[in-house]
T-cell receptor, first 112, second 113 residues
Framework: GQQVMQIPQYQHVQEGEDFTTYCNSSTTLSNIQWYKQRPGGHPVFLIQ?????EVKKQKRLTFQFGEAKKNSSLHITATQTTDVGTYFC????????????FGKGTLLTVNP | DAGITQSPRHKVTETGTPVTLRCHQT?????MYWYRQDPGHGLRLIHY???????DKGEVSDGYSVSRSKTEDFLLTLESATSSQTSVYFC????????????FGPGTRLTVL
């Protein structure tokens, strides 16, 4: 079955440092989505990438979708304590009946 | 936040007992999903529904059944709970005709002793 690998599993940074999490799928994706889950909370949708090579920005967050539509990354510039949480990528295959396959997530902690 | 509620929010039960978790939505979204979340495993799909009485298995469906008799309700049943089913269970909804993002409920923390 489809697998979505996400690294690193954990990342601890000092406030102001940058952070990147990487996602890699075993199969070509129709689109990829990113979610954030705060400690004790539920996953919340951040963004969806659909096109090959697509890059989208949300303030300090930059999302990329690879040319082959099999990998993606999320980069946070100058982390803040409000960025703490687990970031998940989730891949959607074409014709998948809208089932997402989630990566295991990257837990980001930020030292103030 | 989307109108999704889960009940109960917390439950402690014993091995071998039946357990039913409820997900209720007020968004009229066609798709509903049940996930479990465990440390080191991320979110894993248990079952999902693409309409009333239309359901299908996810990647970890063994030991679970679901039912959807109304658009707004999606029930997850553990016929005979085991300690390996101790987890946090999330319900999610989506409406692909609009957007493909999934909206998650607040979660149910289930402990099986």
């Amino acid at each position: 079955g489809q697998q979505v690998m996400q690294i690193p599993q954990y990342q601890h940074v000092q406030e102001g440092e940058d952070f990147t999490t990487y996602c890699n799928s075993s199969t070509t994706l129709s689109n990829i989505q990113w979610y954030k889950q705060r400690p004790g909370g539920h996953p919340v949708f951040l963004i969806q990438l659909v096109k090959s090579g697509e890059v989208k920005k949300q303030k300090r967050l930059t999302f990329q979708f690879g040319e082959a539509k099999k990998n993606s990354s999320l980069h946070i510039t100058a982390t803040q304590t409000t960025d703490v949480g687990t970031y998940f990528c989730a891949g959607l295959r074409g014709g998948s009946n809208y089932k997402l396959t989630f990566g295991k997530g990257t837990l980001l902690t930020v030292n103030p | 936040d989307a109108g999704i509620t889960q009940s109960p929010r917390h439950k402690v039960t014993e091995t071998g007992t039946p357990v039913t978790l409820r997900c209720h939505q007020t968004e009229n979204h066609r798709y509903m999903y049940w996930y479990r979340q465990d440390p080191g495993h991320g979110l894993r799909l248990i079952h999902y529904s693409y309409g009333v009485k239309d359901t299908d298995k996810g990647e970890v469906s063994d030991g679970y059944s679901v039912s959807r008799s109304k658009t707004e309700d999606f029930l997850l049943t553990l016929e005979s709970a085991t300690s390996s089913q101790t987890s946090v269970y999330f319900c999610a909804i989506s409406e692909p005709r609009l957007v493909r993002e999934q909206f998650f409920g607040p979660g149910t923390r289930l402990t099986v002793l």
